[in-house]
């Protein structure tokens, strides 16, 4: 028998890999997983507790997940998307829509799907830096959200963005509309030196990966439910549906070290060790866009595309969390004190990329829908594939997602435009992974 992912991983490892992805363990050098062992992988035994219904070990592991006195931490180990899926469903009876901004994950479109669920697409802001989708329009919002039954909002955005959170939960509360807020990337937020969660503004539902910053296993989160939040009891009992029977010891146990490692956490060494790899990047003729979350830096160079320099990385062993056409994305190690990283090498990788001095490129201008509209869900049985010009004036049988981030640009049952033709074809050029797009087809309604 063949081993084809486990001697991949293998090779991989032999390689000396250096992380600037996700998970937030860095190939195991950050933080207090080592602490972990294999024989840790259990089930419910006699005082092991049981996470569908938490009275002893786990309940008193989940109490300690204190970030803020007005919440209730609770462990998702089928990742963040178990926590949408949850709260999504939990609304999906109460009379209204959902609203939502247009660079929500895809997670809640399934979601959506699966509630039968129709939702407002609120008018989306598209940051003047990354060329992506930042947060809602906040001069328009209020007249976007009548008869919202759940806001569902991202913060930050996949590339390190905020918005003002603050505002748009004030006027959420205003008209007496609850919130989901996916900090996926914030599970770090809060400590010195970080922007603010956002249970600092009292949304009532917060789900955080902490795989992603934070020193925990992959498909590690948290939700924290305030614990004023509508229909919390209903959204408890969706988190058993939508989680393992058999839950692992291993994930929780990561999530348990993680949050230890969050409260005691010192960023001196992390800020030291950020500005001086900055500086090495800007030395090569790189530009680091920095943005409001400081573990992610827009790495962008004149005359090259995100995919060229993800490619002059991977050259040198490092490998970045996405690229797209206009940056690389790099999430940094939240460096401390006696970590394992490897730093110098990673210094000294980074001074081999080779960079060329080029012309800079014609910016494309990406032709993203920033408009307000409507998304209703339910599948389009009868299909087929076409070619990206045949799809003009079509439905769209299919999400186009651009993965990672997995945020859809074209909504399944949206109409395709001469626009969004010349944005397929960007992408397809510029060999970026996109789910719902092979050989250069994508599958439209068959009227």
């Not at 809602?136 to 806001?151: C, R, T, V």
Request: overall charge negative; charged content about 20%; glycine content about 6%.
């Amino acid at each position: 028998m063949t081993l084809p992912l486990t001697e991949k991983l293998n090779k991989l490892l032999d390689s000396k890999p250096i992380s600037l992805h996700v998970p937030g363990h860095k190939n195991m050098t950050i933080g207090n997983l080592k602490q972990l062992k294999f024989e840790m992988d259990m089930t419910e035994i006699t005082g092991l507790d049981d996470l569908h219904q938490p009275e002893e070990i786990i309940a008193e592991s989940m109490s300690a997940i204190k970030k803020h006195p007005d919440y209730d931490a609770y462990y998702l180990i089928n990742g963040t998307t178990s926590g949408i899926l949850s709260v999504i469903q939990a609304f999906s009876k109460v009379s209204g829509d959902y609203a939502i901004t247009r660079n929500v994950h895809k997670s809640v479109f399934h979601a959506l799907d699966i509630a039968n669920g129709r939702s407002r697409i609120l008018e989306t802001e598209m940051s003047s830096k990354t060329k992506q989708y930042i947060g809602p329009k906040q001069n328009s919002l209020g007249n976007q959200i009548s008869n919202a039954k759940l806001a569902v909002f991202t913060y930050p955005n996949y590339y390190g963005e905020c918005f003002d959170l603050k505002s748009t939960l004030d006027k959420m509360k205003a008209h007496d509309i609850p919130t989901l807020i996916d900090e996926a990337h914030g599970a770090h937020f809060g400590l010195s030196g970080f922007p603010e969660s956002a249970l600092n503004f009292g949304a009532d539902y917060v789900v955080q990966s902490y795989h992603k910053t934070l020193p925990a296993l992959t498909m590690s989160s948290v939700i924290f439910i305030h614990k004023a939040a509508p229909l919390r009891e209903k959204v408890l009992q969706y988190l058993t549906y939508f989680q393992s029977s058999s839950p692992s010891y291993l994930l929780m146990t990561s999530l348990e070290l993680a949050h230890s490692f969050y409260k005691t956490y010192e960023n001196e060494t992390f800020f030291k060790k950020r500005n001086q790899f900055i500086q090495i990047i800007e030395d090569k003729g790189m530009c680091v866009v920095q943005v409001d979350d400081p573990v992610k830096l827009n790495v962008q160079c004149k005359g090259y595309t995100g995919v060229e320099l993800q490619l002059l990385f991977e050259e040198q062993g490092i490998y970045v969390e996405l690229a797209d056409d206009q940056q690389v994305l790099l999430v940094l190690p939240l460096w401390h004190k006696d970590d394992g990283f490897p730093y110098s090498t990673l210094v000294e990788r980074t001074k081999r990329i080779n960079i060329e001095k080029r012309q800079a490129r014609v910016n494309h201008q990406l032709m993203y829908n920033l408009n307000s509209g409507i998304y209703q869900s339910g599948d389009i049985t009868n299909t087929k594939f076409v070619t990206f010009d045949e799809s003009l004036g079509k439905k769209s049988a299919k999400h186009i997602v651009p993965y990672p981030p997995g945020i859809p640009m074209i909504f399944r049952g949206e109409i395709i435009t001469e626009n969004m033709i010349e944005l397929m074809n960007y992408w397809y050029d510029l060999n970026i992974r996109i789910e719902g797009i092979k050989n250069h087809k994508i599958e439209i309604e068959d009227e």
